[in-house]
Structures are given as C-alpha cells and as structure tokens.
C-alpha cells in the first residue's frame, strides 16, 4: 500500500478523533489482548523501509509491532487498520472503539474474516 493510500486510509479510520487519543489507544490495546493479540511497540527500521506497522505470527502467536515513534493518532490508526481481521463480537469495547474496527467505519452488518487464539 502506498504512503497516500495509507494517509488517506488512516484519516477514514480515526475521522475526527477526540481529544482522549489515549484513552482510545488504551482500549484498542485491551481488545487486542482480550482475543490473545499481542501488540509491540519497537523502533522500525529507517531508510528504504516505509512501513509504520505490521501483523505476523512469533511463536504461534498473532503479533502487531508499531512503529514506538509514532504519535497517538497515528498508533490508533495502525492498531485499527491490523485488529479489523480479529472477531470482536464477544469482547466489550467502548463504541468509538468499536466503530474503529468496523470495515468502512460503522457497517455492523458486515461479516468479517474470524481469527481465533490458537488452543
């Protein structure tokens, strides 16, 4: 994905954000780690490299590592774009939370793609 398409991607995802980025930031965290996801904040190579975030597997386990100089929003926004894959029917989130991981924003009646912690 481009850098513009992420921009533009992005800016759908945390539209106009509150002031509580944090609070934001700390609920997605939660939700993450309520369906075993574990999130890493690391310092991401420079130069040619242009990604912020990413999802893979260590160990067996669903991984997220961000980029730990981004600011808030920018963290909210490449938490939500990697978590929109995950089931969170069974985990409570606050709803602008929540709205976050819906695709294309708040379309709840949508079915999305199910990953399951592996047992």
């Known amino acids: 994905m481009s850098d513009r398409s992420t921009d533009q991607l ?3 995802i945390l539209g ?3 002031p509580d980025d944090q609070g934001l930031l700390e ?3 939660k939700a993450a780690q309520a369906v075993g996801v574990v999130v890493r904040y690391d310092k991401l190579a420079a130069g ?3 990604n912020t975030s990413g999802a893979c597997k260590i160990r067996g386990v ?3 590592i ?3 100089r981004l600011g808030a ?3 909210i926004a490449a938490l939500a774009r990697e978590l929109r894959s995950f089931n969170f029917e069974t985990v409570y989130l606050p709803p602008a939370a929540r709205s ?3 695709p294309n924003g708040a379309d709840a009646g949508r079915v999305k793609h199910e990953k399951t912690r592996s047992g």
């Open 27 to 29: 609920a997605l965290e």
């Open 66 to 68: 961000i980029d730990r």
């Open 100 to 102: 976050l991981l819906e």
């Open 48 to 50: 040619d490299v242009k």
């Open 16 to 18: 106009d954000t509150g």
């Open 62 to 64: 669903d991984t997220i």
């Open 73 to 75: 929003r920018e963290r």
């Open 10 to 12: 992005d800016h759908q």
